[in-house]
């Protein structure tokens, strides 16, 4: 048996609603207990479910609403009094609450709050979704960095808060931000964890904290950890707080070590966020690991870059490159990404290193055309000239149709090579040499003068050989190397050697940040403003920073007209003062 | 201006077809020139660019078809002159090439060759592709196993030689496989390495090339490499082959460390191909190496297998499991995967930790239902109960309407637990519990009494808890170790530790492989067949190993109905020899 109650004009968060519902559903004689506000969407739930009375059809946002199951096969007398009794202690228990942790005067509106608090430099947002932005909003006005915990933000809004956070110098944080870490103090989701120099920048949530807490637990420490929401990695935000937040940590002089943690980023903004991070740690000296759960990436490191399979690894690596005194690492040995200008093109014999090169590629130096397929390649278009970096098996059965294989008779490879050259876009030029039985009895004859010709044709160019081969190969293995060499290709061993190397060559700039976010956005100790959920209040204040919480309630009763109007109101307000 | 002639009858492999090109192009007064025989296809190219002359039409694809350009702006008589010259030679290049190889007497069918050669293990198949299924079903009924380079052969003949090759414990690989070692012996494109303990599994082509050359120039050796073709680690083929190739290489005393390479293979099948792996590393006490360009996994290694990013990693790995003075490794602790049988459930309250768990799950246990995506996960069906693996992100926003995110308040991840214990065919419950601030003050006094209730429904159930939290952290991390432990869970600080625990409990049993390959396939020294290409005769040759090459040309001169009716012939007599 169902038995309602309502509270009009009482707006408690989800975390209160949800100690009333345990605290209910403890009390003799009841079986389980509910209690939310009358949004449109609880409203909906519950009309769906056949459970709201015609009498409760108008309820308000900000109309509490409780509802009590006595148990089933009860006495029915029985069951209503234990309904009554326990519907009539929802005010008191409500009122305990508040009076554990309600001492002082609670401010109104976050201007009220600020005026309290002025020295806050963050403001926590934790209200339902639709009124989110607006508060966000009201922050970064104000000047002040935004931790967005609420979810069911419109993406629209997201983009907009992000701008204008990027022109006043400020971070925002979320939506649906979980977690962050901010000069030792948490919020939202925080584990407790020492301070030092591991600065993590991740999408939201767990991953996070697993990362933090594995880093605390193998003896060192964070110096921030910064959420960007789980959509800011998307084509649609393009990474506008991670690109920003990597930025901070990277002149930030508590962080040693950077670490990104993320979902696959979406492959358009996979190349900037590595390249935004490499740009950083080679600027500050400070090494950087980066897991991106999902997307394979076909080497261990490149230039300043560490890349991990699994948020633990992530730790890892992080605790061993920061050493585990917390003292700051050496800086890397300095490559110089960006100092050929152009784009890459790869001119391979076997689909496996085509493969492997591609992976590489396009999470390095963004989208790659290419007869293969990969995380963030174009379908190779046969029918116009490249612009941009391309990759080709030239093995492919599409390419051989009346000619021999490459491997056969690299001829193929040399005219497409001497094409490549004439194109003065191009910056470099990869290229498989596959040596043993059944290949061309001497590549580099071919190849040589091809290699010759090129960098006549286009001086400047960079042409990097893989050489598969052994010194039992019947070619001689260093004879062909040698030949190689001597016409101006750069020979190398393996895959990951010419990644490098092409890396270090060509590697993407970083365009610089603007408007960089003030760094007294991670000043010690932390003060914030809470607008939300009660018990992130009161974690700041267990963690013995500063806050104020505003008593926040849905603006004008919930009414969205009226809303509106103050909304317009309170602007001019603030334009006049 | 173009100059043609014809050779009728007069069949050549792709390769002399290449040599002889390159020797006209060579020739005074000659701009290019082309050889090729006269397919359907080659005519096809030739009649679409408008360079097919009416009176060649009719050409068989056993009829030789020359054609020679001259040079541009030579006066027409000289040009002729020179054409005629060089086409005058044709005879001479390819008789001159024939005389250099082919002194002895070569046999025009593989019956004569194995009658001239009868140790033969291996017949090599390199002829055009609509005729290299015929041959391989001829070998593979004569007892022989195939290495089959010829590429084009349809999906449905390479299942088809894949199941006779099955019943009659012989391996086929192939189609497109462009390289093996048998043995120290090269086959189709090879490099020249020493011997060793690594055996290889590979798709074909330049991924198991660039592997056994490194595994070389890091001092060890390869005891075999078999490559298996590009298809057969899709759904359709089902990794037929490697299946077999990975268990004959458990058998082979040769072989130390077993390492599979591959471009990802089709999700359906990666767990299975594992499975094969982990179980034929742990029979024969040999570690795993693996390398699936592009399929991320989120751990090193699991059980006997270690995971490698790139092709040079998995040399290094398999080298250094391997001993650098090529001795056995000793065996890895024998972890009993498949000791419980059943589904795989998780409940997790973050989508990063879920994400991470999801991606290991599909690749080591197979299909898994979701409400996440990875490769191989399948969406979560509401509406009907699991059967299978499911792992599910219980903070997902739909799964919180109208009540509090588990990592609030885990009643929720209590009541899944229950409902999962009293499912009798899972095995396995992995769930996460984060502690912190803002998380609940104690999620063990509502998880422990779920964990003993659901082990006292279902006392075989394996509950496998990760614990992210810091001796910091408010709510007692030891204490609530100790009473989910003292509940009956096993309590991981990570989640690959966590994967390791299921995987070690759950991890799935290999199908027996039927028939397996009779190990005579391996035995040194090698003695082949060659059908199709000849200098894969003439590298064998090269390289101390016994090889007779047939003298193959197109059925019937290419005639297709008359090429059935010879087939249907040639099996009768054979049934009755």
Chains 1, 2 share one sequence.
């Not at 975390?15 to 209910?24: E, G, N």
């Not at 560490?306 to 300095?334: K, Q, Y």
């Not at 130096?365 to 029918?383: I, Q, T, Y």
């Not at 910056?427 to 090129?454: E, F, M, S, T, Y």
């Amino acid at each position: 048996m169902l038995h309602y109650r309502t509270r009009r004009g009482s707006y408690h968060d989800s975390i209160v609603l949800m100690q009333l519902r345990v605290a209910l559903a403890d009390l003799p004689g009841i079986d389980d207990a509910g209690a939310v506000m009358g949004t449109p969407s609880n409203l909906e739930i519950l009309r769906d479910g056949g459970l709201l009375p015609a009498d409760l059809e108008d309820l308000a946002p900000d109309d509490l609403l409780v509802v009590v199951r006595t148990e089933n096969g009860a006495d029915e007398g029985q069951g209503d009094e234990a309904a009554t009794a326990a519907l009539d202690r929802v005010g008191e228990l409500l009122a305990r609450r508040r009076a554990e942790s309600d001492a002082d005067y609670r401010p109104k509106s976050l201007a009220s709050a600020l005026r309290m608090l002025p020295e806050a430099r963050w403001v926590m947002v934790s209200v339902p979704g639709r009124y989110a932005a607006e508060v966000a909003r009201e922050a970064l006005e104000r000047g002040r960095n935004v931790f967005l915990f609420s979810d069911g933000v419109p993406l629209e809004e997201e983009k907009a808060l992000k701008e204008t956070a990027a022109e006043r110098g400020l971070l925002v944080m979320g939506p649906d931000c979980g977690t962050a870490l901010v000069a030792g103090t948490g919020l939202g989701f925080a584990n407790r964890v020492r301070r030092g120099p591991v600065g993590l920048v991740a999408a939201s949530g767990t991953g996070l904290q697993a990362v933090a807490a594995r880093v605390h637990a193998l003896g060192s420490g964070i110096s921030h950890a910064l959420g960007t929401g789980g959509r800011d990695l998307s084509a649609e935000v393009g990474g506008a707080s991670a690109l920003r937040a990597i930025e901070l940590l990277g002149r930030d002089p508590a962080t040693g070590v950077l670490v990104l943690i993320s979902k696959p980023p979406s492959p358009e903004i996979t190349a900037r966020m590595l390249a935004e991070l490499a740009a950083t740690a080679q600027r500050a000296g400070k090494p950087a690991v980066v897991c991106l759960l999902g997307r394979e990436l076909p080497f261990r490191r490149i230039g300043p870059l560490r890349f991990a399979g699994s948020l633990s690894e992530a730790a890892a690596l992080a605790v061993d490159l920061a050493g585990t005194n917390g003292s700051l690492p050496a800086p890397e040995e300095s490559p110089h990404p960006g100092s050929l200008r152009g784009s890459l093109r790869g001119l391979f014999s076997g689909g496996t290193l085509a493969q492997e090169a591609l992976l590489g590629w396009t999470a390095l130096f963004g989208p790659v055309e290419s007869n293969l397929k990969a995380p963030g390649s174009v379908p190779w278009d046969r029918s116009r000239p490249a612009t941009g970096h391309r990759l080709l098996d030239l093995g492919d059965d599409a390419l051989t149709v009346g000619r021999p294989h490459p491997m056969l008779e690299p001829s193929l490879v040399a005219e497409r090579l001497a094409e490549e050259a004439r194109d003065p876009g191009v910056a470099a030029v990869l290229l498989d040499v596959v040596l043993g039985d059944g290949a061309h009895p001497d590549p580099a004859a071919v190849l040589a003068p091809a290699v010759r010709q090129a960098r006549a044709t286009h001086p400047e160019l960079e042409i990097v050989a893989v050489l598969i081969g052994t010194d039992l190969d019947p070619q001689d293995l260093g004879a062909q190397r040698h030949r190689l060499e001597e016409a101006g290709a750069r020979v190398v061993d393996d895959l990951p050697a010419a990644q490098e190397s092409l890396y270090r060559r060509c590697g993407p700039d970083s365009e610089p940040v603007s408007h960089p976010i003030d760094p007294s956005a991670l000043e010690a100790p932390l003060a914030a403003v809470n607008v939300g959920v009660e018990s992130f209040h009161e974690a700041l204040i267990a963690q013995e920073a500063e806050s104020a919480h505003v008593d926040w309630r849905p603006p004008a009763g919930g009414d969205e007209r009226l809303a509106s109007i103050l909304r317009r109101m309170s602007a001019t307000a603030a334009e006049a003062s």
